[in-house]
């Protein structure tokens, strides 16, 4: 059988992670106190933790005792051995984005909570307009210079196809600003968040279309606060999903209900005042 192409360069992936800086990974500090947020509004203590991630000693600093667990395409996840999985900020470099979650389900006890924070299909998006633009204008062609990112809709679904139950997927946009493209792309790289695309071009950017890219980016997205500085969009997505367990609510049986719908309006429509009365 015919592998489907790869995505992801590990090895390059890699490399880009082991630059990261400990300033460029704001990101993460936001996706961190927004998981700890919403885990207190679940009626729960959590004692087995697992976190999937690519920046294992910023989770291992911000849920101490997790087990930290690289991103692979095979992860390192006993079965049914934890009572909440995490992944973060990792799922976007996934060749197999549902295999991920499958595998996250298996490590879950019964009645155990899945959460994950993913860049979703806003993020980067005025980078890669303005790429694209300069680049097909200059060269008659497109390299892929920004990863692909489901939107919030797809994501929700993968939720359901990896065998979770009572799916929630929610977003949060952020919009920074920069003094100019270069620091954005600075930013990136402290991320850890360079190009790995498998297929990206062998070459980095020329000089003439990095100064051309700066230029037009300037001119079409001005910070609203600051149009002197640029914006750039992360579109931040919050899933969660619970390992199937018998105390959970379940839908009824197709044909199950007791009572019709036409008949209760019925019902309704006999109970009404008339006219006149």
């Known amino acids: 059988m015919t592998q489907p192409p790869k995505l992801t360069d ?62 692979d395409d095979a992860l390192a996840l006993p079965p049914e051995r934890f009572d909440l999985v995490l992944h973060a900020l990792a799922l976007h470099w996934a060749d197999d984005p549902v295999g991920q979650l499958v595998q996250c389900r298996r490590a879950l006890r019964p009645d155990g909570l899945f959460m994950a924070v993913t860049f979703g299909g806003q993020t980067l998006s005025e980078l890669r307009t303005i790429l694209a633009e300069v680049e097909t204008r200059q ?85 609203p606060d600051d149009p002197a500085r640029i914006r750039a969009t992360f579109d931040m997505i919050f899933l969660s999903g619970w390992a199937p367990h018998e105390s959970q609510q379940q839908p009824l049986r197709p044909g199950s209900a007791q009572t019709r719908l036409a008949d209760a309006l019925a019902a309704a429509r006999d109970d009404s005042p008339q006219s006149g009365d």
């Open 10 to 71: 590990r090895a390059r992936l890699a490399q880009n992670r082991a630059r990261t800086r400990p300033d460029g990974l704001f990101l993460h500090d936001i996706a961190a106190d927004q998981i700890k947020e919403r885990l207190e509004e679940v009626n729960r203590t959590f004692t087995d933790i697992a976190i999937v991630t690519g920046q294992p000693d910023f989770w291992a600093t911000r849920f101490p005792g997790a087990t930290i667990v690289a991103d």
């Open 139 to 223: 060269t008659g062609g497109l390299a892929p210079r920004v990863a692909p990112m489901a939107e919030i809709r797809d994501l929700g679904g993968l939720i359901q196809r990896a065998g979770l139950a009572q799916p929630v997927a929610d977003s949060d946009t952020l919009r920074v600003s920069y003094p100019a493209l270069t620091a954005l792309l600075k930013d990136l790289r402290a991320m850890g968040e360079g190009n790995a695309l498998a297929a990206r071009h062998p070459k980095p950017l020329s000089r003439a279309l990095l100064d051309s890219a700066t230029r037009l980016y300037a001119d079409s997205f001005p910070h």
